[in-house]
């Protein structure tokens, strides 16, 4: 993490930069989600899209979360801490996964209509 | 006395301590947020109606997100500026930051009075109308109710002679409206006959209010105590006479086990008798004349001659017309009347065509054949410029809610077809932000609708009680809100009363500013997710 004034003054220039890939990626999933002709996969919503608008969101999140919040630069005590939280999310997505291994299923909403 | 390790960090983790604590938050955040988000997908994976997709405006939640990542700057750039010992920068930056704070709660309170005021109606047949409702009216003008309001028309009227409370459930608050209605169209309640009843074993009944006695919170409250009275003494007694039994049958039948007996331990009810209390579980009430009386439908059982309230509360009188009438309906959706038809193996079509709306209104059936021809023209497109699959079907073909759904924007441009209203500029802007301009557009584009009663099936605003997909959305959004609020109050301490310990040290006040930083970009890395997975998906 920056500390001296002159570091510090150059990772403004980073934020800045950082900042303007925010606002271009927020623009480029609403395009992607509203424009037809930027539509990947099947017409309309599907699993593409949502592969891409979570890939985009996740790299716009690791944007904020290792330059802004500085986790780039910090100490193996919060890699462990926020690791772990991490960890416990996945571990909640993986609950969900095998919930849909429940035999009874409406096939009609699994077949994308 | 000198708190340690506020600035320096520790030796042990290589920082200093609210560090620590604020990470250990965060890392509870994202398992809050993560659970919340799992349910999301568990939720819609296992929806038993058609999931609202992208059903959210846009625009909002646009802005919204543009918002939250310049205040995710400038909260990095205040830091910067007490890092650098600039306290004017630190304050221009920060009150950027809080004025962004304030800016989305305005924008999220702006998009939930659009939802909470949004009205839904699902038949039925499972079809299902959006819109506005409209209000009670005579001769042009609204008709107040007893407190002075318009009455919404979604309300049930019954033209009540009798109310039969239940002397324990009665619901005070509903009792004073039955009566401050009744009092409006100058009826009076009151005790239909006598209410007797034994108070005291061994003595004849007596009488514990007398016919004619209005009806008051009081007297409810009298006669349930006297019921509550008798109830457990009767109950008492029962208990002792029952065990007096057991003793009984098993000093007669020893060495026998309990079940064994059990059949035979009877309390002799003719005995017991001449020592209960008379109780009293209802007690009936005339209205004269009757009375129009109005109520939600979340709180009536409707029924010809006889209705019943949530708290058991009967009310006997005709059932009068109580349409749902629509002064504006913005969108007709098919989709789980499709979805619904499908599963008993019903063609589609034909389950429309049979449905309510397309028997009834002319609007309806007029904006399902344009919408058809909508739906061929995409057809057509999507055949064009993806061509046919191995099979030799279409490869892309229009969506189930391209297929099923008329919204808002299609009936917009439907009346645009028609040659009706275009909005342009500001009006077309703020039409994208607010929903469907019905002044600007006029009753043509989006008209009313009347909807008879026994065709209602459930109805209910953009609320958490429409479905789980609103449920789920309240629940994230309103939490990140909340988040929002405390984050902003946090970082605007900082920017109103910091200045002392910038003074005494800044330092001290940078790594404060650090770590409300922190906290507010991780309020905004959790918008990052909700803004497409709520609004795009």
């Known amino acids: 993490m920056a500390d ?8 403004v220039r980073t934020y800045m930069f950082v900042g303007a890939i925010l606002f271009v990626g927020t623009i ?6 509203t424009v037809p002709w930027l539509d990947f996969g099947r017409h309309g919503f599907d699993a593409a899209d949502c592969i891409l608008g979570l890939t985009i969101a996740t790299f716009k999140a690791s944007l904020v979360a290792f330059i802004f919040m ?6 193996k005590a919060v890699y462990w801490l926020f690791g772990s939280g991490l960890c416990m999310v996945c571990s909640l997505a993986g609950l969900t996964a095998l919930a849909l291994g429940d035999p009874i299923i409406d096939k009609f909403f699994y077949s994308g209509h | 006395m000198e708190i340690p390790y506020v600035v320096t960090p520790r030796k042990d983790t290589g920082l200093f301590n609210s560090k620590i604590a604020i990470w250990l938050f965060l890392a509870s955040e994202v398992m809050l947020f993560g659970g919340f988000l799992s349910a999301y997908v568990f939720l819609r994976l296992g929806a038993d109606y058609p999931w609202p997709e992208r059903t959210l405006p846009v625009l909002p939640g646009l802005i919204n997100t543009f918002v939250l990542i310049g205040s995710s700057i400038t909260v990095v750039f205040a830091w910067a500026s007490l890092k650098l010992r600039d306290w004017r920068k630190f304050q221009l930056f920060m009150g950027i930051t809080v004025g962004c704070a304030m800016i989305f709660m305005v924008l999220k309170g702006i998009e939930y009075n659009a939802k909470l005021h949004h009205q839904a109606l699902k038949l039925k047949d499972y079809s299902v109308v959006e819109g506005h409702l409209g209000v009670e009216s005579e001769d042009g003008k609204p008709v107040l109710n007893h407190k002075g309001s318009t009455i919404e028309e979604n309300l049930i009227f019954v033209e009540a002679s009798k109310l039969t409370f239940d002397t324990v459930r009665f619901y005070k608050p509903w009792v004073e409206e039955l009566l401050a209605q009744a009092e409006h ?14 108070t005291k074993v061994g003595q004849s009944a007596e009488i514990i209010a007398k016919a004619g006695e209005p009806l008051s919170v009081e007297l409810l409250n009298r006669l349930q105590a006297v019921h509550l009275a008798a109830r457990s003494h009767n109950a008492a007694n029962r208990t002792e006479a029952l065990r007096a039994e057991w003793v009984t049958a098993k000093a007669a039948n020893p060495g026998k086990k309990d079940w064994q007996i059990a059949s035979g331990v009877n309390i002799d009810t003719a005995a017991l008798a001449p020592t209960l209390l008379g109780e009293i579980s209802t007690v009936p009430f005339s209205v004269d004349p009757p009375a129009k009386l109005d109520f939600h439908p979340r709180d009536i059982k409707a029924a010809e001659g006889q209705s019943r309230l949530r708290d058991d509360t009967v009310i006997d009188g005709k059932l009068l017309a109580s349409p749902m009438v629509f002064h504006n309906i913005d969108a007709i959706d098919f989709q789980h009347l499709v979805m619904k038809a499908k599963e008993k193996g019903i063609d589609p079509e034909v389950a429309i065509e049979n449905s309510w709306l397309m028997k009834n209104s002319a609007f309806v059936r007029e904006a399902w054949a344009w919408h058809q021809g909508e739906v061929k023209k995409l057809s057509a497109e999507l055949l064009k410029a993806h061509g046919v699959g191995k099979d030799g079907k279409p490869r892309y073909t229009p969506t189930h809610k391209e297929l099923y759904r008329i919204g808002w924007k299609d009936l917009a441009k439907k ?3 028609d040659g009706r209203t275009k909005l342009s500029g500001v009006d077309a802007a703020k039409e994208e932000f607010f929903g469907p301009n019905y002044k600007a557009r006029g009753d043509e584009t989006f008209p009313g609708l009347s909807v008879p009663r026994e065709q209602v099936g459930f109805a209910s605003k953009f609320t958490p009680a429409w479905n789980t997909y609103y449920a789920i959305y309240f629940a994230i959004t309103g939490l990140h809100g909340l988040h929002v609020i405390g984050g902003a109050l946090v970082l605007a301490y900082y920017l109103f009363f910091g200045k002392k310990m910038y003074l005494s040290d800044p330092e001290w006040l940078a790594n404060r500013v650090e770590i409300g930083g922190l906290f507010w970009h991780f309020v905004d890395l959790v918008w990052i997710f909700v803004f497409p997975i709520l609004y795009l998906m």
């Open chain 1, 28 to 33: 480029v999933t609403v395009l992607v989600a």
């Open chain 1, 4 to 11: 001296t004034p002159e570091a510090i003054k150059k990772s």
């Open chain 2, 415 to 417: 009346a645009e077809d």
């Open chain 2, 185 to 198: 169209h100058h009826s009076k309640v009151a005790l239909a006959a006598d209410v007797t009843a034994i």
């Open chain 1, 70 to 75: 500085h986790l780039n630069h910090e100490r």
